[in-house]
């Protein structure tokens, strides 16, 4: 038997307080209904706390949120599944409240526990509920109705499923475009507990009614429908049926309803095969790509990646890639950005050719783009063409804008390029790397911008791991010790960071040997921020130098500075 967690009396002082006039200490009791009901036990939980609730007359729509999100997982406090329809009036007054996330909740609350009742209950209790908010003289009743057909529809008889289907096409025909919205957006999810004889005559007039709608708000929402309806058709219906309203949406007059079918467009392409996606969805995906609108060329430039990998490099290379020239020098910055996102996925897709030829001339205009986002975007995803061109022409075409871009004034643009270049220095080879782009890792680290200056110091770490202690030794710890004298104090910090993060990649001897002496060294720091940083270095190196070394040195470090006020350990 499960231990009751608190004491009665504040159990008493919950339940007085779902009364209370203070909305917070209404609030805090329904966010602990639980607790009330495991004081209560099963029985009373049904026959007083459900029945309170379900007359609760409560205004404020945060108490409501509250009360539907808890009632949602209320089962096991009622006595289980067989007691479960005791929790569906009090849910079905939020319902049909005003506020949408109430109701939302109260439906997502419903879904959840219609999903676990068994099936004669639903025919009892919930498939009558449905038909009550359906019927609703209110429209926020009928719009929360949609969102419950997919739970109710499977373990309905025969006759109450005619039923169920003829309410839903009531709905789909509402005067309320608030309803029609819904019952659009909840078309998918109803369509997929359908049998396919009814799917094809009875949703598919539905679906067709909805994508003919007067609202553009109605016909966005069918174009999602379109994926889902088309993957559960036969090809062949879904040739006959989805392809004809895919390729009328494209060309739609309202540019959100093309925005929907620039973002769901390639998802159909497996449903209709190579044949169709080659005539009809190609050139409505190339009218999405050079639309009017910059929002339908932000979508469209978003997935055309994806588009690429279901056609042949032929047909992209031949439709898509003249698309993506354009894209690259757009007038809008987000589309060129989009475009910066996906582009380098491409390269894959078109093979070594096709890349050096048509993308590497595109990847050179977005590096160099001004809007630095779309820099971002193109550093971010460098090693997606490495793979495909090798590196050696990567360095030849790339790299000089690369290492333009490491000294670019957008701080975040320098940052995404310090977190590549240990990607690019195992790839390009410690030779290459000492020329190119060695001075350029310790320059960063007297950047201006802290981001900058720590990315750095962890970048030398991650430099000397690739490469070896060797390595580091003959090109890193030199120029990092030389740095340690800089007039500037922040910058001095930045090398203690840099050695604290270097010590166990060098090893205990040339920590001991090399490392430890300049950090003693910096002890003697005028600036106090400076001495403090030692003593959290020297802490962070005990680990890994000798005791014979680390005692007498911590020993010195300690008596160092006795009235300065604070404690270094």
């Not at 977190?419 to 310790?442: H, N, R, T, W």
């Amino acid at each position: 038997m499960s231990v009751v967690e608190e004491p009665l009396y504040p159990i008493a002082v919950l339940i007085d307080e779902l009364k209370n006039d203070d909305i917070q200490l209404r609030l805090n009791s329904i966010r602990r209904l639980s607790t009330i009901a495991r004081a209560l036990g099963e029985e009373r939980t049904r026959k007083e706390l459900i029945p309170f609730l379900s007359e609760n007359n409560d205004d404020d729509d945060e108490v409501l949120l509250a009360m539907a999100e808890e009632l949602g997982v209320f089962i096991p406090y009622v006595g289980g599944v067989e007691h479960a329809h005791v929790l569906l009036p009090p849910l079905e007054t939020l319902c049909t409240v005003e506020e949408t996330c109430v109701r939302e909740k109260a439906v997502e609350s419903l879904c959840r526990i219609g999903s676990q009742m068994r099936e004669n209950d639903l025919v009892d209790w919930f498939i009558p509920l449905v038909k009550r908010l359906a019927a609703g003289e209110w429209f926020t009743a009928r719009v929360s109705a949609c969102g419950l057909f997919h739970i109710a529809y499977p373990s309905a008889p025969e006759m109450l499923k005619t039923e169920l289907r003829s309410i839903y096409n009531q709905l789909c025909q509402d005067d309320m475009p608030m309803v029609r919205r819904s019952a659009a957006s909840n078309l998918g999810k109803f369509a997929a507990t359908v049998e396919s004889a009814h799917l094809k005559a009875d949703i598919m007039q539905i679906f067709e009614d909805l994508t003919h709608d007067d609202q553009d708000s109605v016909r966005l929402l069918a174009v999602e429908g379109c994926a889902t309806l088309g993957k559960l058709l036969e090809p062949q219906d879904c040739i006959a049926h989805i392809l004809p309203i895919i390729v009328n949406f494209s060309q739609d007059k309202s540019w959100r309803v093309r925005y929907m079918v620039a973002n769901q467009l390639y998802e159909l392409c497996e449903a209709v095969g190579p044949e169709h996606t080659r005539t009809d969805l190609v050139p409505a995906y190339v009218r999405l790509l050079r639309d009017n609108e910059a929002e339908v060329r932000i979508a469209a430039a978003g997935k055309v990646t994806k588009f690429c990998r279901i056609l042949s490099p032929e047909l992209a290379i031949q439709h898509i890639l003249p698309c993506v020239k354009e894209l690259s020098s757009d007038s809008s910055q987000h589309v060129r950005s989009a475009l910066a996102s996906v582009i380098m996925g491409m390269a894959p897709v078109l093979g070594k050719d096709a890349t050096i030829e048509q993308l590497l001339p595109i990847f050179l205009s977005l590096l160099k783009d001004e809007f630095p986002d779309v820099r971002l975007n193109i550093i971010s995803k460098l090693d997606q063409v490495n793979q495909v061109i090798g590196i050696d022409l990567l360095s030849q075409s790339l790299l000089p804008a690369i290492v333009e871009l490491a000294e670019d004034r957008h701080w975040r643009v320098r940052l995404a390029i310090i977190e590549y270049i240990p990607l690019l220095a195992s790839q390009l080879g410690v030779g290459f790397f000492d020329d190119k782009l060695g001075a350029l890792c310790m320059q960063w680290l007297q950047d201006k911008v802290y981001s900058i200056r720590d990315a750095a110091a962890n970048n030398l770490k991650r430099l000397a791991e690739e490469f070896g202690p060797e390595w580091a030794m003959e090109h890193i710890i030199p120029q990092v010790l030389e740095m340690i004298n800089n007039s500037h104090y922040l910058y001095r910090m930045t090398i203690l960071r840099a050695i604290s993060l270097l010590a166990p990649v060098m090893g205990s001897e040339i920590t001991c040997s090399k490392l430890l002496p300049a950090v003693v060294n910096a002890s003697k720091d005028r600036v106090p921020n400076i001495k403090f940083n030692v003593a959290k270095v020297l802490q962070s190196l005990v680990p890994i130098v000798d005791q014979s070394v680390s005692i007498p040195t911590l020993n010195m470090f300690t008596g160092l500075f006795p009235f300065d006020g604070f404690l270094p350990f």
